[in-house]
């Protein structure tokens, strides 16, 4: 089984960052993809970023791609979503999920964490 624990939400006035992160532990050798994934009130979950572990190889959401990027720290198991620019609508519950291939659908992924809010204001 694989654990994650996802931090570094919070508000931010339009324009702002901040840096995420999701910690893998467990049988990491399922995880070799980490994804990300938001979900706004009334909307469907959609995918933001995800990254290769082993290889770094990165994908990003059109829409997002220039504001957000994904760094990650092998020894630690650990990935860090940067997001700037931020923007009212960027306003969700930000998900990390893991497996052992990068999906674009939410439902493809095994693990998931428990989530952690991001709220833009204007």
């Known amino acids: 089984q694989v654990q994650l624990v996802e931090s570094g939400g919070g508000s931010v006035q339009a324009g702002g960052s901040l840096r995420l992160s999701c910690a893998a532990s467990?049988?990491?050798?399922?995880?070799?993809?980490m994804g990300w994934f938001r979900q706004a009130p009334g909307k469907e979950r959609e995918g933001v970023a995800a990254?290769?572990?082993?290889?770094?190889?990165?994908y990003y959401a059109d829409s997002l791609k220039g504001r957000f990027t994904i760094s990650q720290d092998n020894a630690k198991n650990t990935v860090y979503p940067q997001m700037n620019s931020l923007q009212p609508e960027d306003s969700a519950m930000y998900y990390c999920?893991?497996?052992?291939?990068?999906?674009?659908?939410?439902?493809?992924?095994?693990?998931w964490g428990q989530g952690t809010q991001v709220t833009v204001s204007s």
């Open positions: 999920a893991a497996d052992r291939r990068c999906a674009d659908r939410w439902y493809e992924y095994s693990y």
């Open positions: 990254m290769h572990i082993d290889g770094g190889r990165t």
């Open positions: 467990g049988y990491t050798y399922s995880a070799t993809c």
